[in-house]
């Protein structure tokens, strides 16, 4: 197993993870899937972007992962159009300004469980966009 894994794993644990696919209709200007993400009792609902139909597998660990790095993009963020920019969506929507808010706030109150007070995902970026290595791996349990 890959040492990033093991920490994720370990995280999961022992900040009590769940990440539950939501079976609400997504608004439209959003081609996301709704997740209600959990850590130590702390909840939001977000909306992940889901380009290689992960979510759909129940898998926990990849799950929590691909939250991870949602939080992980506001979280650097340097405000909405940023983001926006960013992960590619219209600022122009009232709707999506006020998910952001949220989400940050989210992020602050969460901060805490992470190194550095700095929220980070477990798994490389290279890893995960080209399904090698630890992504990889993590995609087929």
Known sequence: MYSEIQKLNDFIVKNECKCAVLAIEVPKFLPLVLVNFTINSQQCN??????YKDLSNKNLPLNVEIALRALQDIDTSNDFLSWCNEVEMNPANNQLLEYYKTAVVFC????S????????SFISDLDFQLNSGAAQYLRKQ
């Open 46 to 51: 977000l909306y992940l972007d889901d380009e």
């Open 113 to 120: 469980y992470f190194k550095n007070n700095k929220i980070e």
């Open 108 to 111: 602050s109150q969460i901060a």
